[in-house]
């Protein structure tokens, strides 16, 4: 393998798939006492809880319609008249 001037290295594809890496999975190469191995990180709870947000706000998007207001217009119209900051 060779090292491209960013530091990056291509991992094999029968590598990757004996390790289980998958696209956007974190990777770390740990020293030993003839060079180094790479390892996959494993992925924490909140990894796992940002992915499934993600995936929800993937099925979601588009479904909320807005009646053609922008964004401050919504939220403008979501909170209601704030008559202690904005008195007409």
Not at 33 to 59: L, P
Not at 64 to 82: A, I
């Amino acid at each position: 393998m060779r090292v491209t001037e960013k530091g990056q290295v291509t991992i094999p594809k029968a590598i990757r798939d004996h390790l289980g890496i998958k696209p956007g999975m974190e990777v770390d190469f740990v020293q030993d006492g003839s060079g180094a191995r790479v390892v996959r990180v494993a992925s924490n709870r909140s990894d796992r809880r940002a992915k499934a947000i993600e995936a929800w706000a993937d099925r979601v998007t588009g479904t909320l319609d807005l009646d053609g207001m922008d964004g401050k217009e919504y939220v403008d119209w979501l909170r209601g008249p704030r008559d202690d900051l904005d008195p007409r």
